[in-house]
């Protein structure tokens, strides 16, 4: 069998080599002298990659642009100094009154529900509420401040975010002498809580880039306790391998499903763990599961376009899927970035006349771009370009970066929240599959990237009918299959809105479904006691977002359970299962195959 010149990986069929692909793909870049002195110095200045990231976005310009608008608004600014110090003067009095029993209204409001406040100390000592109701009041007054100003609307949301980002990291609970709960655990372990948190500081500030842990992925093995649903890699070329996945039960419907995920993450937050993962269930409903593994992108791959991953994945896929199993129809799930892809192969296809593609499932994709959400602070022109100047010189985008991008969208849960519990009080970081799979991250081949956030966050040009990709300009309203379209309430990354209007993009029927969590949760959402999901019985397209929601049905489960009955009406007969592989593209080894790991 022949080998790949780049991996050394053996490869079938139609693989390593199609369509001019670069040819130095596959394997982790080693380590170099640039990695070594990026390290050293992070020891020098903890976060201080976040922070680029920020200062190359031009949060810091738009900050002070802002400022500089506040403070010429004179009038506005000193009422808004004027009720701060007023502010200030009343919280010992409030303070002091509070400890003797007695309740006067807060010169703030104070949040209940603010876990970073949640010892009880913050309410019941003088002292810190006090410092409590300080550390509130001068949130406030930055924020009165930054909404004096008068710039443009892009300017003042990075000033916001930037601002946001400043107070979070001032907050009173990251420091060790205003942490009351990290007093007492120094104090009720005699101080070895505090021992062991300077040693993870340290730990982290020489081996993680200076960035507490999320999570501790020392008990997590991909292909034993994540991505283990048994299954066969039965393709492989330069840019992805495809896994099909072992029957669970005695019979199959016609129709294979095939699972289309990002490549900005490992493709296993789709085969998460047992009992949580999507794949294993659609297994157990009688369904024949392939789903694509991408490469994670060395830098030789930095010349990889979209039109590689389009035509080399899920296209690839789709052939390899209909060669194996002699389907004439083939269902397709995407996710996030693979779900954009998807919908995009599904018009390519059939706009060239291929009538392969059967049902979509897209979760938490977005494909009009009018409303990135908070990304958009970080998809301007300007920034992009910045950027696109920066990855083309390293040829990939670090995936470290990327989740740093994400981690400042939600600092005090993904940054502030382990700066206490790892460094101040000493405690192990969780473990957690989702964040293991998480820290699992992937790079970005710089083409892609570049044209990606060119065509779809600064110019939309996916919904306007303008993008044209692997020679064809991709129109989404020739998609005719029936469309399930998923988001989540709390996905920051992909607004709900957003996603909705996927409704209206396509011109087969579709159905729209709001689910509980986040942009990972709303997805690794097995039945369970807590899921719940909105619907409506029929076609709603034609109704706003907001209307919809207010209008739709509660229903307790997970959308798992909704999604198994829609798909199940048209995938076809049950048949028995089709063998794993056959002569053209045998099994090439157990899942969840080698590009996991590169």
Same mark, same amino acid.
């Given at each position: 069998?022949?080998?790949?010149?780049?991996?050394?990986?053996?490869?079938s069929?139609?693989?390593?080599?199609?369509?001019?692909?670069?040819?130095?793909?596959?394997?982790?870049?080693?380590?170099?002298?640039?990695?070594?002195?990026?390290?050293?110095?992070?020891?020098?200045?903890?976060?201080?990659?976040?922070?680029?990231?920020?200062?190359?976005?031009?949060f810091?310009e738009?900050?002070?642009?802002?400022?500089?608008?506040?403070?010429a608004?004179?009038?506005?600014?000193?009422?808004?100094?004027?009720?701060?110090?007023?502010? +200030? /003067?009343?919280? *010992?009095m409030?303070?002091?009154? %509070?400890?003797f029993?007695? =309740?006067?209204?807060?010169?703030? $409001?104070?949040?209940p529900?603010?876990?970073?406040?949640?010892d009880?100390?913050?309410?019941?000592?003088?002292?810190?509420y006090?410092?409590?109701?300080?550390?509130l009041?001068?949130?406030?007054y930055?924020h009165?401040?930054?909404?004096?100003?008068?710039?443009?609307?892009?300017?003042?949301?990075?000033?916001?975010?930037a601002?946001?980002?400043?107070?979070?990291?001032?907050a009173?609970?990251?420091?060790?002498?205003m942490?009351?709960?990290?007093?007492?655990?120094?104090?009720d372990?005699?101080?070895?809580?505090?021992?062991k948190?300077a040693?993870?500081?340290?730990?982290d500030?020489?081996?993680?880039?200076?960035r507490?842990?999320?999570?501790?992925?020392?008990?997590?093995?991909?292909?034993?306790? +994540? /991505?283990?649903? *048994?299954?066969?890699v039965?393709? %492989?070329?330069?840019?992805? =391998?495809?896994?099909?996945?072992? $029957?669970?039960?005695?019979?199959?419907?016609?129709?294979p499903?095939?699972?289309?995920p990002?490549?900005?993450?490992?493709?296993?937050?789709?085969d998460l763990?047992?009992?949580?993962?999507?794949?294993?269930?659609a297994?157990?409903?009688?369904?024949?599961?392939?789903?694509?593994?991408?490469l994670?992108?060395?830098?030789?791959?930095?010349?990889?376009?979209?039109?590689?991953?389009?035509?080399?994945?899920?296209?690839?896929?789709?052939?390899?899927?209909?060669?194996?199993?002699g389907?004439?129809?083939?269902?397709?799930?995407g996710?996030?970035?693979?779900?954009?892809?998807?919908?995009?192969?599904?018009?390519?296809?059939?706009?060239?006349?291929?009538t392969?593609?059967?049902?979509l499932?897209?979760l938490n994709?977005?494909?009009d771009y009018?409303?990135?959400?908070?990304?958009g602070?970080f998809?301007d022109?300007?920034?992009?370009?910045?950027?696109?100047?920066?990855?083309?010189?390293?040829?990939?985008l670090?995936?470290s970066?990327?989740a740093?991008?994400?981690?400042?969208l939600?600092?005090?849960?993904?940054?502030?929240?382990?700066?206490?519990?790892?460094?101040?009080?000493?405690?192990?970081?969780?473990?957690?599959d989702?964040?293991a799979?998480?820290?699992?991250?992937?790079?970005?081949?710089?083409?892609?990237?570049a044209?990606?956030?060119?065509?779809?966050?600064?110019r939309?040009?996916?919904?306007?009918?303008?993008?044209?990709?692997?020679?064809?300009?991709?129109d989404?309203?020739?998609?005719?299959?029936p469309?399930?379209?998923?988001?989540?309430?709390?996905?920051?990354?992909?607004?709900?809105?957003s996603?909705?209007?996927?409704?209206?993009?396509?011109?087969?029927?579709?159905?729209?479904?709001?689910?509980s969590?986040?942009?990972?949760?709303?997805?690794?959402?097995?039945?369970?006691?807590?899921?719940w999901?909105?619907?409506?019985?029929?076609?709603?397209?034609?109704?706003?977002?907001?209307?919809?929601?207010?209008s739709?049905q509660?229903?307790?489960?997970?959308?798992?359970?909704?999604?198994?009955?829609?798909?199940?009406?048209?995938?076809?007969?049950?048949?028995?299962?089709?063998?794993?592989?056959?002569?053209?593209?045998?099994?090439?080894?157990d899942?969840?195959g080698?590009?996991?790991?590169?």
């Amino acid at each position: 069998m022949r080998k790949c010149l780049a991996c050394e990986l053996p490869v079938s069929g139609r693989g390593c080599g199609v369509g001019g692909l670069p040819r130095k793909m596959g394997g982790m870049v080693d380590e170099s002298s640039r990695d070594v002195a990026e390290r050293a110095a992070g020891v020098l200045a903890p976060e201080s990659d976040l922070f680029e990231d920020l200062d190359s976005a031009g949060f810091g310009e738009a900050l002070n642009t802002t400022l500089q608008s506040s403070l010429a608004n004179q009038d506005n600014t000193a009422r808004a100094t004027l009720q701060w110090a007023t502010d +200030l /003067a009343r919280i *010992p009095m409030v303070a002091a009154t %509070r400890w003797f029993g007695r =309740e006067i209204d807060s010169p703030v $409001p104070v949040d209940p529900k603010d876990k970073r406040f949640a010892d009880p100390a913050w309410s019941t000592n003088p002292v810190f509420y006090g410092m409590r109701l300080a550390y509130l009041s001068t949130c406030r007054y930055a924020h009165d401040i930054i909404a004096a100003a008068t710039v443009e609307e892009a300017v003042a949301r990075k000033a916001e975010l930037a601002l946001s980002l400043a107070l979070d990291a001032m907050a009173p609970t990251n420091f060790l002498a205003m942490n009351p709960a990290a007093l007492k655990r120094a104090f009720d372990t005699a101080g070895a809580s505090l021992v062991k948190g300077a040693m993870t500081f340290l730990d982290d500030l020489a081996n993680n880039k200076g960035r507490p842990r999320q999570v501790d992925a020392s008990g997590f093995e991909v292909g034993r306790n +994540l /991505a283990a649903t *048994p299954g066969k890699v039965v393709f %492989r070329n330069e840019l992805m =391998e495809l896994i099909q996945y072992a $029957p669970q039960t005695e019979q199959v419907h016609a129709r294979p499903l095939l699972f289309s995920p990002p490549w900005i993450n490992k493709y296993y937050v789709m085969d998460l763990a047992p009992g949580r993962s999507f794949v294993e269930w659609a297994v157990q409903h009688g369904r024949t599961v392939f789903v694509i593994s991408y490469l994670n992108p060395a830098e030789g791959m930095g010349a990889t376009t979209m039109d590689d991953y389009l035509l080399h994945g899920p296209t690839t896929a789709l052939d390899i899927v209909c060669d194996i199993t002699g389907a004439e129809t083939v269902d397709f799930v995407g996710l996030c970035l693979g779900g954009a892809l998807t919908a995009i192969t599904a018009a390519y296809l059939t706009q060239g006349g291929d009538t392969r593609i059967g049902t979509l499932t897209l979760l938490n994709t977005i494909l009009d771009y009018t409303e990135p959400g908070a990304l958009g602070n970080f998809t301007d022109e300007k920034t992009v370009e910045k950027l696109i100047r920066k990855i083309s010189r390293s040829g990939t985008l670090e995936g470290s970066s990327m989740a740093g991008t994400f981690d400042i969208l939600r600092a005090n849960d993904l940054i502030f929240n382990y700066v206490v519990s790892n460094w101040l009080m000493g405690q192990d970081p969780p473990a957690f599959d989702i964040l293991a799979w998480n820290a699992d991250s992937t790079r970005m081949p710089a083409a892609m990237h570049a044209f990606y956030l060119r065509n779809f966050y600064v110019r939309n040009r996916l919904a306007t009918g303008t993008l044209e990709i692997a020679g064809r300009i991709i129109d989404l309203s020739a998609i005719k299959s029936p469309t399930y379209v998923v988001s989540a309430i709390n996905d920051h990354i992909v607004l709900w809105e957003s996603a909705y209007k996927t409704t209206s993009l396509v011109s087969g029927p579709t159905r729209f479904v709001l689910s509980s969590g986040g942009h990972i949760a709303g997805i690794v959402n097995p039945p369970n006691p807590k899921a719940w999901y909105l619907t409506h019985d029929e076609e709603t397209a034609s109704v706003p977002p907001e209307a919809w929601r207010e209008s739709a049905q509660r229903n307790a489960g997970s959308w798992w359970e909704d999604w198994t009955r829609w798909s199940a009406g048209t995938a076809g007969d049950m048949i028995d299962p089709p063998p794993m592989g056959n002569a053209e593209h045998p099994v090439l080894g157990d899942a969840p195959g080698l590009y996991v790991h590169s």
